[in-house]
């Protein structure tokens, strides 16, 4: 517990939503969080590296997400299916037919959007200014574009009729809609024919719809089960932009949990909890800025569907999806690949295809709402300074071990305890410069404790542990320093 005096000692700085991406997308740089990829050769549209601090923060991420779902969960298992797959799986899902986005283009600008985005964005703006009948209005003529025959031209229709003009240039010199299917295209072989084309998936999920038998037997899982899996998609955005928000090679975090039809509503509920009190007791992350979105238009694939939606610095836009599959994949699956992917309960002897509840996360973009929510600035007594308030178990760096000055056998107990700790913790020495640069530079890459060794260290086999938050230090003996980080990162 803070007292007065303490808590007078850090004063936040009010910033405004649209200076907070410029800052961070510097600090990532600086900072080794996220460099543009081949930078030297002018970047790749959309396509970052992650650094030695980012990298280190994605995988606490994982490791998290990884952890609340195959170790809390004794009917959860995981996998790591390869990114290539036969592409009959594509034909199946149908990605192939139909994971197409409408673009349109402006003729004046030269720039390319989303036309479902450009008619949103309409609706929303109708919305806001109250203008009811509208809304109603637009929203009608959109769903009925979206069935229509010609769903291009339907689209194309409404955009001209309703004067819609891009939200950042104002043009509104527009081309006709054409679809665009999002799937990246390889050939694998010698000879690059039609025979030969492989997709990078654009979802994790098809890898775990075409192992349900292969997991089920092996793992010997009993309905209701879920299989996990970490990794790579690709999708060819039309629109990129916002940072890591929307990137065409990203990482999801996908579950899919398979029930018995009937009960997908019961297991649709607890997961929609679980998903969400996940981001706010294991990341930390300000309950305030998580919101829900039902979804009114459906995938073709889902009977219910939601998304856990956060408030970023340029609007409040989707982390992760919990949607009701049905039995659409594996149904899918037995009809074109010709295997049967029915359960058979051992106990009843039924025999159907399970439904299936999926949680689909975005790894790069929790990334960034980790950081848009953790990026603060204030002032220590008086001295400016920029802190990420990361929660300590994604923090990158866990603890700074910091010598009062590097003589006097300071440097060498510093180096020691640094070297006792690095076992269990990724903890960083540092002598350069004053206590108080030192310091500010671990708040930059939001280290949560700075620990101090001096001349009473030598004397008393104590340190000091500054909180990085509250700038409030305590002293604790030298020998309860590993227990006292592996208290505060449970
Ligand atoms: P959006 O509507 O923003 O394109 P989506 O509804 O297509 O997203 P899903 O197919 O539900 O996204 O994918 C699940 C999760 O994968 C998303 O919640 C998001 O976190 C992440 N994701 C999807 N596309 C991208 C992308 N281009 N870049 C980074 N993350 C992405």
């Known amino acids: 517990m803070m007292s007065n005096s303490e808590q007078k000692r850090v004063q936040s700085v009010i910033l405004p939503p649209d200076k907070v991406m410029h800052k961070l997308v510097s600090l990532a740089k600086r900072r080794g969080f996220i460099f543009p990829s081949s930078e030297i050769y002018e970047g790749l549209s959309s396509c970052f590296d992650y650094g030695p601090l980012g990298s280190e923060l994605k995988k606490n991420i994982k490791e998290l997400w990884w952890n609340s779902m195959t170790r809390r969960h004794q009917n959860i298992v995981g996998i790591d299916a390869s990114i290539m797959m036969n592409?009959?799986?594509?034909?199946?899902?149908?990605?192939?037919?139909?994971?197409?986005?409408?673009?349109i283009d402006d003729k004046t600008t030269k720039r390319r959007y989303r036309a479902d985005h450009l008619i949103e964005n309409h609706i929303e703006k109708l919305r806001r200014d109250g203008k009811e009948a509208d809304t109603l209005r637009v929203q009608g003529t959109y769903e009925a574009a979206g069935g229509a025959k010609d769903s291009n031209r339907a689209l194309y229709e409404l955009i001209v009729a309703e004067g819609i003009k891009?939200?950042?240039?104002?043009?509104?010199?527009?081309?006709?809609?054409?679809?665009?299917?999002?799937?990246?295209?390889?050939?694998?072989?010698?000879?690059?024919?039609?025979?030969?084309?492989?997709y990078l998936r654009p979802e994790t999920a098809q890898g775990i719809f075409v192992n349900f038998h292969n997991v089920r037997e092996s793992s010997r899982m009993k309905v209701p089960f879920g299989i996990a899996q970490i990794g790579k998609a690709f999708r060819n955005e039309i629109v990129k932009g916002n940072f890591i928000f929307r990137m065409v090679e990203f990482e999801q975090m996908e579950m899919q949990y398979f029930v018995k039809p009937g009960t997908q509503g019961e297991a649709f509920e607890a997961w929609r909890e679980e998903r969400f009190n996940w981001y706010t007791n294991s990341l930390g992350i300000t309950r305030e800025k998580l919101h829900w979105y039902?979804?009114?238009?459906?995938?073709?694939?889902?009977?219910?569907?939601?998304?856990?939606?956060?408030?970023?610095p340029f609007g409040i836009e989707e982390i992760e999806g919990i949607h009701s599959r049905t039995d659409f994949d594996l149904k899918q699956h037995q009809e074109f690949s010709g295997k049967n992917m029915e359960y058979i309960d051992q106990l009843t002897n039924e025999r159907y295809l399970p439904y299936v509840v999926e949680t689909s996360a975005g790894c790069d973009r929790l990334f960034l709402a980790l950081l848009a929510d953790a990026y603060t600035e204030d002032t220590v007594d008086g001295e400016e300074r920029v802190v990420l308030r990361l929660s300590p178990k994604v923090a990158p760096v866990k603890a700074a071990v910091l010598p009062l000055m590097k003589k006097g056998g300071m440097g060498e107990a510093?180096?020691?305890?640094?070297?006792?700790?690095?076992?269990?913790?990724?903890?960083?020495?540092?002598?350069?410069?004053?206590?108080?640069?030192?310091?500010?530079?671990?708040?930059?890459?939001?280290?949560?404790?700075?620990?101090?060794v001096d001349h009473q260290s030598l004397e008393e086999n104590?340190?000091?542990?500054?909180?990085?938050?509250?700038?409030?230090?305590?002293?604790?003996?030298?020998s309860r320093v590993r227990e006292f980080l592996g208290a505060k990162l449970v």
Request: with cysteine.
């Open 414 to 452: 510093a180096l020691k305890l640094r070297d006792e700790l690095a076992t269990d913790f990724l903890v960083q020495y540092d002598d350069a410069g004053s206590i108080g640069k030192r310091y500010r530079r671990q708040d930059e890459i939001g280290t949560p404790f700075c620990i101090t």
């Open 294 to 312: 039902k979804h009114d238009k459906l995938a073709h694939y889902a009977d219910l569907a939601y998304d856990i939606k956060f408030e970023f």
């Open 166 to 198: 891009a939200q950042d240039t104002g043009s509104g010199d527009w081309t006709e809609v054409r679809q665009f299917n999002l799937m990246f295209q390889c050939n694998m072989g010698a000879v690059a024919d039609t025979a030969s084309i492989v």
């Open 87 to 103: 592409p009959r799986v594509w034909e199946a899902s149908g990605h192939v037919s139909s994971f197409n986005d409408p673009m």
């Open 462 to 478: 104590t340190v000091t542990v500054r909180y990085r938050d509250t700038a409030v230090q305590e002293r604790i003996d030298i």
